[in-house]
């Protein structure tokens, strides 16, 4: 019998490099801060490790973030401690609060800069709960830990920026043209000449195009380090953010298509030629110019009148089938409907080709062309106002359970306790379930206190000068700063990390003795446990639970489109409801298949339903005669339900709506939106509705 030995995976080259550079960075700022008679240098070091990233623009704009963030919280402190020292409980109470409120800023900035507001709340709590006994010191205290601080910050971003800098360029790109590849295979199978699939195969790919929408998203966050990176793709930052709005903007129309042309299907008994034709022709069109193997990484890219004279070719094409074959009332507005979604799907794809050449080109040339679509931004995001207060009270209960513990007690390092709670109770905020991450920190950070007290009580009295430091950090440093850089270890290897340099930087290590090792060490674990149990208590949810959470925020959407004399941009529901999508994808991912696909479904139809209703608000001023605010009042008062199942007066109403005005003679854009919104209406609540229109007066 052999025994086989385990294999041991080495690390990369990315992955030393990226630890050595970090260990270098932190290196230096530890030295300069010693240089500097920084009192607690420590906190330099800390810093490098807490800012630095794989990748040199996430370095950069995190470095700034902080920055902002730790000069706030500091000037935070400044003003509450000498103001409320001489009363315990308010004080804690204004710290509690404090950080509950910048928590609650920062959740609802779903980018990267909420790091900001999150930073001001826990960087109060650092520097102020360990001076509430020296309130005559908190200037000095707030001004040298934004210098250490600071130093970190420089070093990290001089380090990572200069000496072999990871820029964003393959990640964003890869996740971009991942995007288009996606989009561009959806496009093809809704143009395959064949019969519509069967209802439960349907369910399974609309599932999968979801998985869409959780890229954009991504790259939606990951595009907002481009100003930041260190290559010419700082100057695509734009073009990016047009792209995955023009992207978010795609799904919507792709899966109308996808509608309509099922409706046509079923409603004229097959595919007749002329639809034929034009699937065709559009097939073609994709295939001859698809934007990742085409033109764009040619010297000369196709031009914008080039592009143009290839649209109105297609346009006259698709506009023919208004006049096709259709032989009731009921295929006319379905071939009118098709007709106007794929003009649109036309223009949009062709505002996709026209940025990707435009990335390339800005990457190659660091140049771009003048024209550029504005891009809406990341302020229409979903924001759940209800899990960002609950988030803020488990904070706020935390810290205060930690202070009043304190105050009780008399407890020296009670302090480190209270920051415990404040760092990891805004840390993990972003989560469903935020308690298995702070069990897994407060698990390592358990099994890193040997580790600090070989450091703090063993190693670092017998250090003599700076080049021996390095020498006693280096080993468990540079080892884990590799493990860092791994995703799969990543939180194994942080909360080693931080374990020991965060307790470096909270002791004085030339006068450092086991009691207060013992004690600060304590403090840390019961900060970090009562963070876990409180958000265990009021904030810990699962995925089922945010998903529906997700779900009615589309339907309040809904009714509020539906509701009132507002007209609703269109572009801004796209992209909120992609984002959404997003979210709603990486919950539902957990349960069953079946389940997954019905969910998908019916997301999928509420964003064509939101679109129609945009659509039929926009066009309702136009034809004044047509009971369109009653038809409006029924569809809000249909999405206010959680049932969902539409009556058949709201059918005939549809119905009636969509005959008088198929009988109008003029052929205006008003028109052809009318007739697009209330066939998608008809289609989409009632899927098994007849062929035929029903007449005035009569019911499902």
């Not at 103001?83 to 308010?90: G, I, K, R």
């Not at 709005?245 to 919507?252: K, Y």
Request: proline share 4%.
């Amino acid at each position: 019998m052999t025994m086989t030995m385990p294999t041991i995976k080495l690390f990369s080259r990315a992955e030393i490099i990226y630890s050595l550079k970090s260990f270098t960075a932190a290196m230096l700022a530890l030295y300069l801060a010693s240089r500097a008679g920084l009192p607690n240098s420590f906190w330099s070091l800390l810093t490098v490790y807490v800012v630095s990233q794989p990748l040199a623009g996430m370095v950069r704009s995190k470095a700034v973030y902080r920055l902002c963030g730790t000069f706030i919280g500091s000037t935070a402190t400044v003003f509450l401690i000498p103001t409320l020292s001489n009363a315990p409980v308010l004080l804690s109470l204004a710290m509690a609060l404090w950080v509950s409120v910048c928590l609650f800023v920062s959740l609802m900035d779903r980018t990267p800069r909420s790091y900001t507001f999150m930073l001001a709340g826990y960087t109060a709590a650092l520097i102020g709960f360990p001076t509430v006994q020296t309130p005559d010191l908190i200037f000095n205290t707030a001004v040298t830990r934004v210098e250490e601080i600071s130093l970190g910050i420089l070093c990290a971003t001089l380090l990572h920026s200069v000496v072999l800098p990871a820029g964003l360029t393959n990640s964003v790109m890869g996740l971009l043209d991942k995007t288009l590849t996606d989009t561009r295979r959806w496009l093809k199978d809704i143009f395959s000449t064949g019969a519509p699939v069967p209802k439960e195969e349907y369910d399974a790919i609309s599932a999968s195009r979801l998985r869409l929408s959780v890229d954009i998203t991504q790259l939606r966050l990951l595009a907002t380090h481009i100003p930041y990176d260190t290559g010419n793709l700082t100057w695509t930052a734009g073009a990016v953010r047009a792209m995955q709005d023009r992207v978010a903007e795609l799904i919507p129309t792709l899966s109308a298509v996808e509608d309509r042309l099922k409706a046509l299907y079923k409603a004229e008994e097959g595919f007749s030629p002329d639809v034929v034709a034009v699937i065709n022709r559009i097939s073609q069109w994709l295939t001859e110019h698809d934007p990742l193997t085409d033109r764009v990484d040619l010297a000369e890219p196709l031009t914008a009148a080039e592009f143009n004279d290839q649209r109105l070719q297609l346009r006259d094409a698709i506009q023919r089938l208004e006049s096709g074959s259709g032989q009731t009332p009921w295929s006319r507005a379905l071939r009118i409907s098709l007709a106007s979604y794929l003009e649109e799907l036309v223009l949009k794809w062709q505002a996709c080709m026209i940025l990707r050449q435009d990335i390339t080109q800005g990457m190659r040339h660091g140049v771009m062309p003048r024209r550029r679509i504005a891009a809406i931004g990341n302020r229409v995001l979903h924001r759940d106002l209800g899990m960002a207060l609950l988030s803020s009270l488990a904070a706020f209960i935390a810290i205060g359970f930690c202070c009043l513990f304190w105050i009780m007690l008399g407890w020296d390092s009670g302090a480190t306790a209270a920051m415990m709670a404040a760092v990891f109770c805004s840390f993990f905020a972003v989560m469903d379930d935020p308690v298995p991450a702070i069990n897994n920190f407060l698990k390592y950070t358990f099994w890193s206190a040997p580790l600090s007290a070989i450091y703090i009580l063993v190693l670092l009295p017998m250090v003599q000068d700076f080049g021996m430091l390095v020498l006693v950090c280096a080993p468990l440093f540079i080892v884990l700063g590799c493990y860092s850089a791994r995703p799969a270890l990543l939180m194994v290897a942080l909360p080693l990390l931080f374990g020991v340099a965060g307790t470096l930087s909270s002791h004085d290590t030339d006068h450092a003795d086991v009691i207060t090792f013992i004690n600060s060490t304590t403090a840390q674990l019961f900060g970090t446990f009562v963070a876990a149990r409180v958000t265990q208590l009021f904030r810990s949810v699962g995925a089922d639970w945010s998903a529906r959470r997700i779900r009615k925020a589309i339907r309040r959407d809904l009714v509020v489109m539906s509701s009132g004399n507002r007209t609703h941009q269109l572009q801004i529901f796209a992209v909120r409801m992609v984002d959404r999508i997003g979210l709603l994808v990486t919950r539902i991912a957990q349960g069953e298949v079946t389940r997954n696909n019905i969910i998908a479904r019916e997301t999928l139809r509420d964003l064509r339903l939101g679109t129609n209703v945009i659509a039929l608000q926009q066009a309702r001023r136009a034809f004044p005669s047509i009971g369109f605010p009653a038809l409006l009042a029924q569809l809000a008062a249909l999405f206010r339900t959680a049932e969902n199942q539409p009556a058949g007066t709201l059918l005939a109403a549809i119905d009636g709506a969509l005959t008088e005005i198929l009988r109008m003679p003029e052929k205006s854009a008003h028109w052809r939106t009318a007739i697009t919104a209330l066939v998608g209406l008809r289609h989409n609540l009632f899927p098994d509705a007849p062929v035929k229109l029903l007449a005035a007066g009569e019911t499902a």
